[in-house]
């Protein structure tokens, strides 16, 4: 048989077999999959650190890589350090009140005859009551989540610390025509999540020190823990302000109905500016995601993966369609695409 098609054969095999474990990786174990997508992501934002500090500064690649990560370890350690005094009271407080706040809003509900039907004594209020508390115990765990952070951390520092290894062992497995091409498909793939780590990052930042600022004007309670809670739900669009918003809201309405409209008010504003102007400016480098599939992508692995599913939806979508548009699309279609819309 010729070299060429024996090649070819193996490549085929290859493809099958690995298509295959993906999607027995995915459905018995995603855990698996979404920990070592999260630890490329660690790894894409390690190197990207580390090009920045090479490029300010007379520092070598290697040298800045380790710097990167000792930036980032200090940086983690003095956040920690000046939130924790401040979170280890708020944090259980504000559960004890929000799950007040949920009974005192089923209590104004009741006195409406039209919505007497919606609050049923021992259904949906106890059901609100019991849920806030345990999402906020979810949210409290996930950022406690040692073991998994750790895994995450130490792959993604094995990673950024020899890329040129693993990718060189996945483009081995290709045959030698298609090897050029995967190794600019993989650039590509690298610096679009370069971009929108850059991106989402920088408008978490900024919606969470808005968010605490602005709430801390208006006098609602608890506003660090809130502007923390938007900061971290800023990794999800759509559906993560709307998350954020939701205890704020009701915290304010205990006070009156006025201030709790300006908190409406605020968190509208502070996504606006983030939609239109932080995260455009920042992700224009990076490829465009259509909003209606995002929010159906989102949609689609929340429900089959949970948590997990809508937290890597909006990064695994742009890696999608970088694939589609690299590998599937010629670039006549490109064209016709860009004419047409």
Known sequence: MHPQAQETIAFALISVTGTFL????????SWVFFLAFASIL????????AYLISGISAVSRKRSLYLAIALTASAAALLLWS??????????????????ALNWLEKRIAEFPILKGVVVEGSAGDY??????RLLSFGYTLLGGV??????????TYLALQPELYCAGFIALLPATERDRATR???RLASTLQWWLIGRISAMIAVGLLTWLSLAAIGIPFSLSLGLLAAVLGWIPN?????AAAPSVLLALQQSSSKALWVGVIYIIIQTVESFLITPAIQQRAVAVPPALLITAQLMLGAVYGVLGLLFA??????TLVLVREVYLSPDDLSVIKEQF
């Open 22 to 29: 993906l999607l027995f990786l995915l459905w018995t174990a």
């Open 42 to 49: 660690f790894a894409i934002y390690l190197k990207g650190l």
């Open 83 to 100: 939130l924790m005094p401040d979170l280890s009271w708020q944090i259980p407080r504000l559960r004890s009140d929000l799950a007040t």
């Open 128 to 133: 609100l009551s019991r849920a806030v508390p």
């Open 147 to 156: 073991a998994g952070a750790l895994l995450v951390i130490v792959i993604g």
């Open 185 to 187: 498909l993989l650039e």
């Open 239 to 243: 559906f993560g302000p709307f998350i």
């Open 314 to 319: 909006t990064p695994l979508l742009a890696v």
